[in-house]
Each structure stands twice: as structure tokens, then as C-alpha cells.
């Protein structure tokens, strides 16, 4: 067959394609199918919080070029072309939290490297491991074989130090490595991403420094981490995470060439970490562009072929839920799902019970470490997803992705760049600005539950147990996705603890259950995503006087008008009335107000309760109605 009759098929298949689309929302929609326009798919399309549009389909008529192979500038496919397949990425975990006992810590460690762990992260100062105990946490750990970074903010300076003195002594003492460059560490300094948080870490200046002492080693260390973590947590979309952090790690360059740092040996100096999400599609294309869009910056810098982006993903801790934590399992199943595909070097997958405080899930932290590891460890060795490098390479949906996301942060960067580079936009807010604007489209998609947030907005499991005192501290830095519905069940669990019962409201079902079941379950969900209780007696009738024994049976204030758009056309100002005179001080309709158009008086409804609404004003005017003071 030849191009041209391919291309002809091809269109007419896309042609058929849009007709059949016009049909399904014509029906759907009840109009005619003319009324849709020459391009009905649009109606389809959905927009990313960067702006980039999705469609609900990829065809040959999206093919971009066919990008180098991994290993090549400018590294989209991934930067190390002979990484083993057998092994994939490294599965890296944390130790040394909220613990001084070094001994415990090495055995996690030695537990978790023989498990299945092949990157330790190790928290030091503070309440963490003191930097004085490295050396015994890290007994027996083969830093050839394991890579090793710090996490020790304030004192990474000294913990780099001490690293340092271990390496030294283990090199003199004969550790039978013969190639020192096989040792691989990072020291965790990010005074530019602390800045923008608020955290204590070092001074750039300190930072610079073990830079230098670093690139003069013989092991393979990076001294600086873009945490790009920092602006995700504070609500940033992906592109500005990605932008924020190429900017950051432009202004490290700066700082690094400035010292006497050639651009080649600065470069070597950095590594990223990202956040992964449960949108896995957006997170394989963002590792992707993260990728891209930093080769970008070496090139500018006349280093391209030292311009892949050392990568480690971490699971989005905003996207943790304290409520149906167990669900969390799933999201980091598709966050690391996502981060391995798009190529990260490395993948740290979060606790499902981050967000809570410890011990509030009935489960002990060797489990929920297990679990973690696990998750990983279950994509690697029974789904095989290492085996392939870039396995989204090709996928006309992936690659458009990837080039838009790589678009928009580079767009963001030159932004940051315009108004004098990363330290001057931190000052400015225009980071901070860009990223709070974000953060209040999610939070108010989230509200009117446009964006599902399941176990919290939707299937909310009002019959779980209530959450210890102190639970929304924990992650009080993180701006959490499901923050302002977990508050809304926080006074729940205040009202049932100075009540005995949760708030209630009485649901009043017109006509049978195949008529009313459909808003009646919308309705119960919605009311228990507040933690408010519905109360459901069954079928009632405006003219049969069931109305009101159920409600006095229910000793309900409030109450929810549930059945079909017909039955409230025939009986539902009745069945307002007959509620007020029943004793229910406020009457709200499952559904919208044009049934009551035309209704005034004590038959309309106080207001109306659909899937768009904003729920979390709604519903905590609700939870203000019946809980007066418990709030």
C-alpha cells in the first residue's frame, strides 16, 4: 500500500471515528448530532493544571520524531544506556527516623538490603540518628553495591565530613574495592529548595564547598540535591515543579562555575528529586521532560553530553491520605509504576500511613516499610518492568505529553530567568505565587469533587475508627490533597466523641427504589465525605403521612429530598412541606433547583445538593447546623 492511500485510510478511519463520538454524545447529550460542530472529540479534551490538553485519543496524525536512543543527548529515553534490566531501578528506602539507636538502624538497613533495598537514604541530627553514629549504621553496608544518600539538613556539613573520614578508613583498611568510582553517594545539600520551604539546612556557600571536596574525590558523589519535592508539596503542577527545580539547579551551576567548578564537573555535582503521582501517564511523561528539558541547559552550557539528569522519584507525599489510608497502597503502586516506566534512576516509595502519626493505623513501621519495598520490589521481579528501557518510547500519547510538559516548565524557567534566576523569583513570590494559584484550582476541583480523591471525596468508609489527637499535624507541611474533607471529618470525630453518635441527616426517598436509589446513594456519599450520617427509612410518600414518623423516629434538624426529576415535578413541593410541618428546620434537594423554579415559599427547598457543587462549603455548613458548637 503507499503512503498516500495509508494517509487515506488513515483519515478516513478518524473520520468514522468522530462520527461514532457524535453519536454516543448526541444520544448522551439529547441533540442532534449536527449541533456538535465539524469536531465533536473536543468536547472530550481535558485540560492538565499547566494547560496542556489531553485528548481522548492519539493517532499516527500526532507522530513526533523518534527521539535518540537512551544514553543520548538529550537523554528522554533515559541516561544510562547499559543500565542492568535485570535489576531495573533501585529500590531505595529511608532509615534512621525519629530513632538515636544506630544498632536498630543497622539492622533495618541489613534487613531491608537483604530483601530487596538497593539504595539507602539515611536521616541524620535532630531527632533523627546522630551524625556521630553514621559509622555504625552504615556496618556492613556495601557502598559499591548500595548507593548511599544523606539526609541530614542542618548538619550535612558535618555528616558529609564524617562520610568522608568513613570512606577514607574503609579505602586504608582494604574494602576490596578496586574501583573507588564504584562507590556512589550523595550528600543531600539543597540550600535552594530549603530556602523556598522554609527548612533549616545548609548555606549555599557550605554547600558550594562540599561541591568541591566531592568532585576531588575518587568515589562518585554529588553533593547537591534539586529537591523539586519542595514545590510539589506546596502544590505545584508538574511543569512547575519541573521549571522551579531546573532553576534552582541553574542558579547551583552559577554558584559551582563561580568556585572554579568546571560546567562538566558542576554538572556532575547534582541530581534531582521528583515527585511521582497517582496520574501515571503525567508522571512518566514529567521524568521524561525533566530529562529533556535539563540536557537543554547543558547544551546551552556547551556540555550536552554531560547533560543527563541524575533522577530520583520519590511518591507524592501531598497525595497521601490520613482516611482509608490503606488506599494510599495504590496510589504509590501507580506513582512507582509511573516514576520506573518514565526512567527514574532511583524510586523511594512512601509509607501508606506517611500521613498519619505513628502507630494510628494499627500496624507496626516494619510493616508499612515492607509494604513499601514491596511495591516496588512486585513491579520489578513479577511485572518485569525494568527489563525495558523508555517502554512509553513510541506511545503517541507519552511522547506529545512529554514534549508539552517539557514546553511549559522550560516556559516557567525562562519566567524565574526573566526576573533575575531562582533566588530572585523565591523573593519576588513569583514562584510561590505561580505555585499557591495552582494549588487553589486543585483544592477547589477537589472541593466540587471534580477531581476524586478516593476513600476521602468519594466512598468515604464513615464506619472507620476516629483519629488520634494530633493526626493533622502529621505532614503539616505537605499541602495534602485531601486536607479540607479530612477537617470536615475531624469535627465529625469531635461530635461523635461529645455525642455519642455522628452528625445525621435524614434522607427522604420519593417513590420506589428504582426511582430514588441513584440520588439517594449520590447523596449518602456526598453527606459521609463530610462525616455526616444519612438516615435512609426507605420509600416515603408526600400523601400517605409517612413523612412524618419517619422523621420524628429520626430526631433529624435537616433533611434530603432524593428522587427522580418526574417524581419532584409530581410531588415534591408536598414533600417539602410535609417535611417542614414535620419538624425539619432545613430542606435541601438531591438534585437541581429548575424543578423548583417556580415554586416559592415553604414548598421550595433551601438549596440544592449535584455533583459540581462546592461540598466542602457546603458541607461544612452543615456540620455548622448540627453540630453548633463542634467544630
Known amino acids: 500500500m503507499s503512503p498516500a492511500s495509508e494517509a487515506e485510510d488513515a483519515a478516513r478511519a478518524y473520520s468514522e471515528w468522530q462520527q461514532a463520538v457524535a453519536g454516543v454524545l448526541a444520544k448522551s447529550r439529547r441533540v442532534d ?64 527516623q525519629d530513632t538515636q539507636n544506630a544498632a536498630e538502624v543497622n539492622r533495618a538497613i541489613l534487613d531491608g538490603l537483604e530483601n530487596g533495598v538497593s539504595a539507602v537514604r539515611l536521616s541524620l541530627g535532630g531527632q533523627n540518628l546522630p551524625v556521630a553514629a553514621l559509622d555504625l549504621a552504615l556496618t556492613g553496608v556495601l557502598l559499591d553495591l548500595a548507593p548511599l544518600t544523606l539526609d541530614a539538613g542542618a548538619v550535612t556539613a558535618a555528616a558529609a565530613q564524617q562520610l568522608f573520614a568513613l570512606l577514607d578508613q574503609r579505602a586504608t583498611a582494604g574494602d576490596g574495592v578496586t574501583d573507588r568510582a564504584q562507590v556512589r553517594a550523595g550528600l543531600g545539600a539543597s540550600p535552594l529548595t530549603d530556602a523556598f520551604t522554609g527548612a533549616a539546612g545548609v548555606e549555599l556557600s557550605d554547600a558550594v564547598s562540599l561541591a568541591e571536596t566531592a568532585a576531588g574525590r575518587d568515589e ?44 562538566s564537573a558542576a554538572l556532575g555535582q547534582l541530581e534531582f528529586r521528583l515527585a511521582a503521582t497517582d496520574d501515571q501517564f503525567q508522571t512518566i511523561a514529567k521524568f521524561r521532560a525533566g530529562r529533556q528539558v535539563w540536557a537543554r541547559v547543558a547544551q546551552v552550557c556547551g556540555a550536552s553530553e554531560f547533560g543527563g539528569a541524575v533522577q530520583h522519584a520519590v511518591t507524592s507525599a501531598a497525595m497521601m491520605a490520613q482516611r482509608d489510608p490503606w488506599v494510599n497502597m495504590l496510589r504509590t503502586t501507580l506513582a512507582a509504576f509511573g516514576a520506573g516506566v518514565g526512567g527514574a534512576d532511583s524510586v523511594t516509595v512512601l509509607p501508606f500511613d506517611v500521613a498519619l502519626p505513628a502507630g494510628a493505623a494499627g500496624v507496626s513501621k516494619s510493616f508499612s516499610a515492607r509494604i513499601a519495598r514491596n511495591t516496588q520490589l512486585l513491579l520489578l521481579e513479577e511485572s ?17 505529553l512529554t514534549e508539552e510538559i517539557a514546553a511549559k516548565a522550560w516556559e516557567f524557567f525562562q519566567q524565574i530567568e526573566t526576573v533575575g534566576g531562582y533566588s530572585a523569583a523565591i523573593g519576588s513570590g513569583v514562584i510561590g505565587d505561580r505555585i499557591a494559584a495552582t494549588k487553589a484550582a486543585r483544592d477547589s476541583d477537589i472541593a466540587h469533587r471534580k477531581t476524586a480523591v478516593t476513600g476521602v471525596n468519594e466512598f468515604p468508609n464513615l464506619a472507620e475508627a476516629p483519629l488520634p489527637a494530633g493526626a493533622a499535624e502529621a505532614g503539616a507541611t505537605v499541602a495534602r490533597y485531601a486536607a479540607a474533607f479530612e477537617s470536615l471529618r475531624d469535627r465529625s470525630d469531635a461530635f461523635l466523641a461529645a455525642n455519642g453518635a455522628r452528625p445525621q441527616v435524614f434522607l427522604a426517598p420519593l417513590g420506589p427504589v428504582s426511582e430514588h436509589n441513584g440520588r439517594s446513594t449520590f447523596a449518602s456519599n456526598l453527606l459521609a465525605s463530610g462525616g455526616i450520617e444519612a438516615i435512609n427509612p426507605g420509600p416515603l410518600d408526600a400523601g400517605d403521612g409517612s413523612i412524618a414518623p419517619a422523621v420524628k423516629e429520626s430526631g433529624a434538624r435537616i433533611a434530603v429530598l432524593c428522587g427522580t426529576d418526574k417524581r419532584y415535578a409530581e410531588q415534591g413541593a408536598a414533600a417539602v412541606a410535609a417535611l417542614r410541618e414535620a ?26 445538593l449535584t455533583a459540581r457543587i462546592d461540598a466542602v462549603t457546603a458541607l461544612s455548613g452543615l456540620l455548622d447546623a448540627i453540630g453548633g458548637d463542634n467544630k
Request: charged share 20%.
Open 220 to 263: 562518585s558523589i554529588r553533593a547537591i540535591t534539586v529537591d523539586g519535592t519542595a514545590f510539589h508539596n506546596a502544590g505545584a503542577s508538574d511543569a512547575e515543579e519541573l521549571g522551579a527545580a531546573v532553576a534552582a539547579g541553574v542558579e547551583y551551576l552559577r554558584a559551582l562555575t563561580n568556585a572554579g567548578l568546571t560546567i
Open 33 to 96: 448530532a449536527a449541533e456538535l460542530g465539524p469536531e465533536p472529540q473536543k468536547l472530550l479534551e481535558t485540560t492538565t493544571y499547566d494547560g496542556v490538553t489531553i485528548s481522548p485519543l492519539y493517532t499516527g496524525r500526532d507522530e513526533l520524531p523518534e527521539s535518540p536512543l537512551p544514553g543520548q543527548f538529550p537523554f528522554v529515553r533515559g541516561t544510562d544506556a547499559s543500565r542492568d534490566v535485570n535489576a531495573g531501578w533501585l529500590v531505595s528506602a529511608q532509615f534512621g
Open 583 to 608: 419538624g425539619i428546620e432545613q430542606v435541601l434537594l438531591a438534585g437541581p433547583e429548575k424543578i423548583f423554579a417556580d415554586v416559592e415559599g415553604a414548598q421550595r427547598p433551601d438549596g440544592f
Open 384 to 400: 518485569h518492568l525494568g527489563r525495558v528501557l523508555d517502554p512509553g518510547a513510541g506511545s503517541w500519547y507519552v511522547e506529545d
